[in-house]
Structures are given as structure tokens and as C-alpha cells.
């Protein structure tokens, strides 16, 4: 029942490789958001999906991230040839309706880039 | 622009002490104020809001916050510590026309016997 999962729990590659992280969110939450948390820069906001609507990609740090929401449900985040700077934990949330609402967030997936 | 600044990216307190982390924000409109709670290795656990309601906000936990526009603060506050608070705090801020979280550097709480 749950909250939000993501997986995998960690993941580690090799640089210049791709990798995709998965997020479930909560059942009937509209919103999704993906953070990522750094040693160097703390929480930081990546994309943002709700319903239908053109996602808010302001936060992806370079070209090489991108993301996808399949159904309204289920989102991955991808990152192509990964750089070591690209170690991090993603963080999932999401919430019922959007702005209003409180985000829940999911474990994380701790990656590592060698 | 928003942004959020924690005074003090360490705080240790005895068991039984008051725990006060403070939090700053800057806004130019009014502004939703969270505290987030991060054990280690988990996700980040919603402690308290604050969305232009009552002022003092209860939390869980015994955890508490209160919106003092004219300081641009929101600290978070527990009469007394317990072991199973050490863990890091982190402020966030958004406003209603922005759909992300602006959240703080965090504060790591160390609670010693």
C-alpha cells in the first residue's frame, strides 16, 4: 500500500554508460517529481510531470537526463553516457493533485558511477 | 527567487533537551513551508506544513514549527529529544505558482545519552 517505490535500490555503472531508474507512485497521485540529492549540491528539483500536461524538465542538469511517465503511472528517469558527477541518490515523490499537496518520496536509488 | 538557508549544518543535543533547528526563507509572495526528515539510507518523511493557516504548526513526533513572517522563519522545535531523532532535517519552500520543492542544505541532529 503503499508508498512510493523505486528501484533499483542502488545501481552502480560504469562512466559512459546508461542507466534508467524506475519510480512507482502512489496509487491515484497525479503529480511526479524527481529530485536528486549530491554531496556537492544538496536536494535539487530534476522534472516535474502532472496529468497530461507538458512536463516541467527545468531542473534536468544537461541533455543526457531525461525522463518519461508512461500512463499517468509509472516514470523513468534516464541518464546516457554517465559522468562520474552523475553519483548521486534520485528521489521520487508524488502527490494528488499538484501544487497544493504535500509530495511523499519514495526511498531513493543510490547511484555510482565509476 | 525562492530559497531557503539552515543555520547550522550540525546540531547535537542531549537526550531530554530542547531540539531547535532553525530555517530562513526567502520569498516574495507567501509561501508553503515544510520540514522534511531524512533516517539514513531512506527517502525524506514529511515532519510538518505550513499552507497560510494556523501560524504554529504540530507535526509528528511531538515535532512543531512556527511561521514568523516578520523574521522570514519557520523553526522547528522539540521540548524534549529523544535517541530516535538523530537523523537529518531539511526546510523546504515553495510557492503556489512553482510546482517544486526549494529545499535547505539540512541540518544533521546528533542526540547523545
Known amino acids: 500500500g503503499a508508498g512510493v517505490s523505486q528501484s533499483p535500490s542502488n545501481k552502480v555503472t560504469e562512466k559512459g554508460k546508461d542507466v534508467e531508474l524506475r519510480c512507482d507512485p502512489i496509487?491515484?497521485?497525479?503529480?511526479l517529481y524527481w529530485y536528486r540529492q549530491s554531496l556537492g549540491q544538496g536536494l535539487e528539483f530534476l522534472i516535474y510531470?502532472?496529468?497530461?500536461?507538458?512536463?516541467?524538465k527545468s531542473g534536468l542538469p544537461s541533455d543526457r537526463f531525461s525522463a518519461e511517465r508512461t500512463g499517468g503511472s509509472v516514470s523513468t528517469l534516464t541518464i546516457q553516457r554517465t559522468q562520474q558527477e552523475d553519483s548521486a541518490v534520485y528521489l521520487c515523490?508524488?502527490?494528488?493533485?499538484?501544487?497544493?499537496?504535500?509530495?511523499?518520496f519514495g526511498p531513493g536509488t543510490r547511484l555510482t558511477v565509476l | 527567487a525562492q530559497s531557503v538557508t539552515q543555520l547550522g549544518s550540525h546540531v547535537s543535543v542531549s537526550e531530554g533537551a530542547l531540539v531547535l533547528l532553525r530555517c530562513n526563507y526567502s520569498?516574495?509572495?507567501?509561501?508553503?513551508l515544510f520540514w522534511y526528515v531524512q533516517y539514513p539510507n531512506q527517502g525524506l518523511q514529511l515532519l510538518l506544513k505550513?499552507?497560510?493557516?494556523?501560524?504554529l504548526v504540530k507535526g509528528i513526533n511531538g515535532f512543531e514549527a512556527e511561521f514568523k513572517k516578520s523574521e522570514t522563519s519557520f523553526h522547528l522545535t522539540k521540548p524534549s529529544a529523544h535517541m530516535s531523532d538523530a537523523a537529518e532535517y531539511f526546510c523546504a519552500v515553495r510557492t503556489g505558482g512553482y510546482n517544486k520543492l526549494i529545499f535547505g542544505a539540512g541540518t544533521r541532529l546528533a542526540v547523545h545519552p
Open positions: 510531470f502532472q496529468g497530461n500536461s507538458a512536463p516541467d
Open positions: 505550513y499552507t497560510s493557516a494556523a501560524t
Open positions: 496509487s491515484g497521485h497525479t503529480a
Open positions: 515523490a508524488s502527490s494528488a493533485r499538484g501544487v497544493s499537496d504535500t509530495q511523499y
Open positions: 520569498s516574495s509572495v507567501p509561501p508553503y
